[in-house]
């Protein structure tokens, strides 16, 4: 346990932070710095094949160790951290034997991460919890993940008698501005099949994700002298709450959860002469998905109709964007895949949560990339803030789960 501490210690307190205003990848050069580490670990530990491409993709090799047959399987996490909090000087604090109170986390500032607050800090009683000193986030989001996927590869390595086939590791920066599995080159990674360790509490296993599309409508209108304005004055601003109060209105983020979708109106500004209304569509059905995205046009079109006279010619236009699609339309087909990370987890004495992410991950893109990717526990609570925390334990299971998990594919 010592061990996977000190390992996951020095990769958080790497300053990893991405950029999504940089054009560049990785985007942000101190992606490198815990890049460069990565790849001299993997290499002394004694993985075949390290690369490290021009965007700091990495990719190693455990060659199999069996005779017979077995799919080359992956394991993938990304190293860099949401730009939504500052990642510069984590200095993580450990909680040995949790005791279930509240966790000062920074008495100055009296930041407690309480479980008044955070409930699931109960289930971790009597375990070992690391902590940020409320100043920064801690980075479990991934890097509990790639200390996982190292500390298994090393426990492989040292353990011969366990049988495995071709494992391949992917570390990946960029992951936090959606950007992870864009230059990722699944060709060369050359797995059947992947698990992203990008999860939170332990027992995560999602392999549905939203179906999700952007939508810009934009509104014109025509400026006249408020006083002298009937019957020539067209307000965009007016036309815009027209569009949006035609939308259903409990299919919103707030009112929604589980499988239900929603359309997500996240920015509105304009003038009497011209309103932009942009917002989000998500949905897991893809058939419900595709009916939202019709919907969209049809107000438009509505709008239009309504106005063509007057205005003479379409008052409103609407772009509908496709942003990522739901995986379980690649995972169906080779569901073992789930069933496999399922088995290996009960045989472990860990309770499978598998549950639809209201969400994208980098796996559902390395999915239609031809990579089908489920995503598995890594451990941590509260990403992205000064409250994130993970629990040693759950680490030390999530390593066990990838070592099982190559166990269980290489199994006749
Ligand atoms: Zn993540």
Request: include cysteine; hydrophobic fraction near 35%.
């Given at each position: 346990?010592?061990?996977i ?40 530990m ?43 000087n ?35 009683k009597?375990?070992t ?89 934009t ?34 983020p707030?009112r ?10 996240h ?83 860990i ?62």
């Amino acid at each position: 346990m010592q061990d996977i501490i000190n390992r996951f210690i020095s990769y958080v307190t790497i300053d990893t932070e991405s950029d999504p205003n940089s054009n560049t990848t990785p985007s942000t050069e101190k992606q490198w710095d815990l890049a460069n580490k990565l790849v001299e670990e993997l290499k002394a530990m004694g993985m075949q094949d390290v690369t490290i491409d021009e965007n700091a993709y990495i990719m190693a090799t455990l060659p199999s160790n069996v005779a017979h047959d077995v799919p080359t399987i992956g394991f993938v996490a990304h190293f860099d951290t949401t730009p939504d909090f500052t990642g510069a000087n984590v200095k993580p604090q450990i909680v040995e034997n949790y005791d279930g109170r509240d966790i000062v986390l920074n008495a100055e500032q009296n930041i407690i991460l309480s479980p008044d607050y955070f409930e699931d800090l109960l289930q971790y009683k009597g375990q070992t919890l690391i902590t940020t000193d409320g100043t920064t986030l801690l980075g479990a989001d991934d890097k509990a993940g790639i200390t996982e996927i190292m500390t298994a590869m090393d426990y492989l390595i040292k353990h011969p008698e366990i049988k495995h086939g071709k494992i391949r590791v992917g570390f990946t920066p960029d992951e936090e501005i959606g950007r992870g599995a864009h230059k990722f080159d699944v060709e060369k990674f050359g797995a059947e099949w992947a698990y992203t360790m990008d999860g939170s509490q332990i027992g995560e296993l999602e392999y549905e994700n939203f179906n999700a599309a952007g939508a810009k409508i934009t509104f014109q209108g025509k400026s006249v002298h408020p006083g002298y304005a009937k019957g020539k004055m067209i307000n965009s601003m007016l036309l815009a709450n027209q569009f949006i109060s035609e939308l259903p209105i409990n299919e919103v983020p707030e009112r929604t959860t589980g499988y239900e979708g929603f359309f997500h109106l996240h920015d509105i500004h304009g003038s009497i002469e011209e309103t932009v209304v942009e917002l989000i569509i998500r949905d897991h059905n893809k058939d419900h998905f595709e009916a939202r995205k019709a919907l969209i046009q049809t107000i438009a079109d509505k709008i239009n109709t309504a106005y063509e006279k007057q205005f003479g010619g379409p008052i409103c236009e609407a772009i509908v964007k496709d942003q990522y699609f739901n995986m379980r339309e690649k995972v169906e087909p080779v569901f073992h895949i789930v069933e496999i990370a399922e088995k290996a987890m009960k045989e472990l004495n860990i309770t499978p949560i598998i549950k639809p992410i209201r969400g994208g991950t980098d796996g559902a893109q390395l999915s239609f990339k031809g990579l089908p990717c489920p995503n598995i526990f890594a451990g941590g609570h509260n990403f992205h803030g000064k409250y994130e925390y993970v629990p040693v334990e759950s680490m030390v299971k999530a390593t066990e789960v990838i070592v099982k998990i190559a166990e269980l594919t290489a199994q006749k």
